[in-house]
């Protein structure tokens, strides 16, 4: 090693042009921030969506559809998933904490259980709501639901 091949670490050479360093810069006087007004000035801020007093495009645009504030939304989890469940885990009862343990519901959701797949196994499912197929194809092995 001498000084004929002697560089900078990985990463702490910075290839950016420096703001705001004199007239020297390559930036002139200003420093890209243009001649007088506010934002040519420190502590300058504008409001989100603000758009030099034209009006922003939120309020340009139409207003479509509705929001219900009142809709319940449940995660849907299907009689093929329960199986693998109680297959791999070798379970008879899955209840809601059990899907969040296994990442299949956040820790606020609401669950419904719905009928797609086959369910081989006698389970004790509680969730939240059950579509009418799931609690048929539930009950018809012999297992029970539980609504929270």
Do not use: C, W
């Amino acid at each position: 090693m001498n000084l004929s091949n002697l560089k900078p670490a990985e990463g702490s050479v910075k290839n950016r042009k420096r703001i705001g360093r004199g007239t020297g810069s390559g930036r002139g006087g200003t420093s890209t921030r243009g001649h007088k007004g506010a934002g040519s000035r420190s502590g300058n801020t504008s409001k989100i969506g603000f758009e030099g007093g034209q009006m922003p495009l939120q309020r340009r645009l139409p207003k479509v559809g509705f929001k219900n504030i009142n809709r319940v939304t449940y995660v849907g989890i299907n009689l093929d998933v329960l199986q693998d469940l109680a297959e791999r885990y070798q379970l008879n009862q899955i209840g809601v904490d059990t899907l969040q343990e296994h990442g299949l519901a956040a820790h606020n959701d609401l669950v419904k259980i719905l009928g797609r797949g086959e369910l081989k196994a006698k389970l004790e499912v509680k969730a939240h709501a059950f579509s009418v197929s799931a609690s048929a194809a539930i009950e018809l092995l012999g297992g029970t639901i539980v609504k929270l």
